[in-house]
């Protein structure tokens, strides 16, 4: 089994910057990505970022592509989305989540389908 721990959520004006952190632990060897999700309550749960931890391979939603970052600590297990240039219309709750199953493909990971393990969430709120 994997548990996976958010933070770094937070309240920010509209233009200014976070970042998440997610903490892998148990069997984190056995993982092959690792990815992002935001939902708005009431509002499907949305893909944001992945990172295929064989291939070294980001992947990020069009929403987010050019604003966000991936970037890992093997050493700490752990995962960061930077967030730059925040939009109100990036307010949600973001999941960590990580997969067990292997995927080559350049758009790997982008389906909630694809993970078997999930964090607790962790709340980002931009004010215009």
């Known amino acids: 089994q994997v548990q996976l721990a958010e933070s770094g959520g937070g309240s920010v004006q509209a233009g200014g910057s976070l970042r998440l952190s997610c903490v892998a632990s148990?069997?984190?060897?056995?993982?092959?990505?690792m990815g992002w999700f935001r939902q708005v309550p009431g509002d499907e749960r949305e893909f944001v970022a992945s990172?295929?931890?064989?291939?070294?391979?980001?992947y990020f939603s069009e929403a987010v592509k050019g604003r966000f970052t991936l970037s890992r600590d093997n050493a700490k297990n752990t995962v960061y989305l930077q967030m730059n240039n925040l939009k109100s219309e990036d307010t949600a709750d973001y999941y960590c989540?990580?997969?067990?199953?292997?995927?080559?493909?350049?758009?790997?990971?982008?389906?909630?389908?694809?993970?078997?393990?999930w964090g607790q969430g962790t709340q980002v709120t931009v004010s215009s």
């Open positions: 989540a990580a997969a067990d199953i292997y995927c080559a493909g350049l758009a790997c990971y982008s389906e909630e389908n694809e993970y078997e393990y």
């Open positions: 148990g069997r984190t060897s056995m993982l092959y990505g």
């Open positions: 990172l295929s931890l064989k291939f070294g391979r980001t």
